[in-house]
């Protein structure tokens, strides 16, 4: 028998001893009994309990011997988008204005319809979405932007509950319910008047909402600001404005970062369980989305091919054909530059030549 067959055995044996008196009853039972039987019945009173249909525990075991560990079957892990965020609490932060709401609406279709995101199939599941700065005329218009459908799992909250307010209990109802991803769009304005750069109570705060999250096997974003940058590398967790207690807690933490004076735009991704992740992004402005370009050692391995890049994309999300003579115009480079990183990029299949238009040569991202 696996170690999940014992569950039902040990849900009858755990509500059995509930009762002081048939607790004494049963501990004198067990200890008449050889060990190998005893050994067998303990084990099946801590097996974890078997979870409900939308993935959530109902109760959670918290202490662990080295036999149990080793006997237990654990699932894998579920993944919001799979290799980038996962089921806990994540950081999504950035400077102002820098696209994060964007991008949390856009993980937020991508989860609630089953579809594609960032080339990851994303599996299906109800989505909250606590929008503290938005309201529903912006929503809707942000939505139709991005193309959400009307059938969309997706509920909106704009009420604005502060967490040590009511706001705790509202996500635990969503997560009563069945939800499988939860938005908060921002932690600052969730938390409220409270100090970001006071270690112990971020620690808590932070700490509180990751065990929520983590208990119940679904994802947590909470969307948060960037510290100016020091001129050093980025890091999606120091760079997270306020005291290391918010950071520490989390399961993964995104950055978006974009340099000063250029269009690249960075995403970076740390996490527990998954390896560091960084892609570069460009921000297609008709459909209000983030495309990922690719890896960003990739895409950077020089910084005129990122440019071109850039623009080819770009000309293409207008409508028209990407030719030397454009992309040279879109990425204000030499068109002799241009033609010779076209053909850089064509060799390292990043780039391709489309069939002639009359005189036009097009040239299109792989």
């Not at 006071?198 to 509180?208: K, P, R, V, Y």
């Not at 033609?339 to 391709?352: A, C, E, R, T």
Request: glycine share 8%.
């Amino acid at each position: 028998m696996n170690n999940n067959g014992y569950a039902p055995f040990a849900t009858i044996l755990n509500n059995l001893i509930a009762d002081p008196k048939l607790k004494a009853a049963f501990d004198s039972v067990i200890v008449s009994m050889p060990y190998s039987d005893q050994a067998t019945i303990t084990q099946a009173m801590f097996m974890p309990s078997v979870t409900s249909g939308n993935g959530h525990n109902s109760t959670i075991q918290t202490r662990w011997n080295m036999a149990e560990l080793t006997m237990t079957d654990f699932p894998d892990p579920v993944w919001i988008i799979p290799g980038l965020i996962p089921a806990g609490l994540t950081f999504l932060a950035g400077r102002p204005k820098v696209g994060k709401s964007w991008l949390a609406l856009q993980i937020a279709y991508a989860k609630s319809t089953g579809s594609i995101f960032f080339d990851k199939t994303v599996t299906p599941g109800r989505v909250v979405y606590y929008s503290y700065e938005d309201t529903p005329r912006r929503l809707k218009d942000r939505t139709q932007k991005q193309g959400i459908p009307s059938s969309a799992s997706i509920q909106f909250d704009t009420e604005g509950t502060k967490l040590s307010e009511g706001g705790i209990a509202k996500l635990e109802l969503d997560i009563q319910s069945g939800v499988s991803l939860i938005i908060i769009d921002t932690l600052a304005r969730a938390l409220g008047k409270v100090d970001h750069d006071d270690l112990a109570e971020m620690t808590e705060s932070i700490g509180n909402l990751q065990k929520l999250a983590i208990d119940a096997n679904i994802g947590l974003i909470v969307i948060d600001h960037h510290r100016k940058s020091n001129g050093f590398d980025n890091d999606p967790i120091d760079d997270i404005i306020g005291s290391t207690g918010k950071s520490s807690p989390t399961d993964a933490s995104i950055g978006i970062y974009r340099s000063q004076g250029r269009k690249e735009t960075t995403l970076k991704a740390v996490g527990r369980d998954f390896e560091d992740v960084e892609l570069a992004l460009a921000w297609d402005a008709q459909q209000c989305i983030w495309q990922c370009l690719g890896k960003a050692d990739d895409v950077r391995e020089d910084t005129k091919a990122y440019d071109v890049l850039i623009a080819i994309e770009t000309i293409k999300k207008s409508g028209d054909i990407a030719t030397t003579r454009r992309i040279a115009a879109m990425a204000d480079m030499k068109e002799s530059n241009v033609s010779f990183i076209l053909g850089d990029l064509i060799m390292k299949g990043k780039v391709i030549r489309l069939p002639k238009q009359g005189k036009e040569q097009p040239y299109e991202l792989l």
